[in-house]
Nanobody
């Protein structure tokens, strides 16, 4: 069982930055792929970024590539999402998830989810 707690959301102006954190319970964090997804009102949850257990490989949605960076600190059982050059269309609730499968881009592949943290970007 893995419990995930996100933090770091808030309200910022377009062009600004935020760093989201997701801290996991348990001693098996380093065996999980970790992903960030987001869900805007009235829309489905969409993939944002993911990182493999060792942190060697990272994957990004086209919409955030070059602006967002995912990283992890296995010693702190925490995954981060650094978000720069934020746009109003980045407004959503951001969720982190954990899975041990080879698929990381699809939300159904994730076994555990946090409660989400809200990000609002004003224009």
């Amino acid at each position: 069982q893995v419990q995930l707690v996100e933090s770091g959301g808030g309200l910022v102006q377009a062009g600004g930055s935020l760093r989201l954190s997701c801290t996991a319970s348990g001693r098996t964090f380093s065996s999980y792929n970790m992903g960030w997804f987001r869900q805007a009102p009235g829309q489905e949850r969409e993939f944002v970024a993911a990182i493999t257990p060792s942190g060697v490989s990272a994957f990004y949605a086209d919409a955030v590539k070059g602006r967002f960076t995912i990283s992890r600190d296995n010693a702190k059982t925490t995954v981060y999402l650094q978000m720069n050059s934020l746009k109003p269309e980045d407004t959503a609730v951001y969720y982190c998830g954990a899975n041990r499968r080879t698929v990381v881009l699809i939300s159904n592949a994730y076994d555990y989810w946090g409660q989400g943290t809200r990000v609002t970007i004003s224009s």
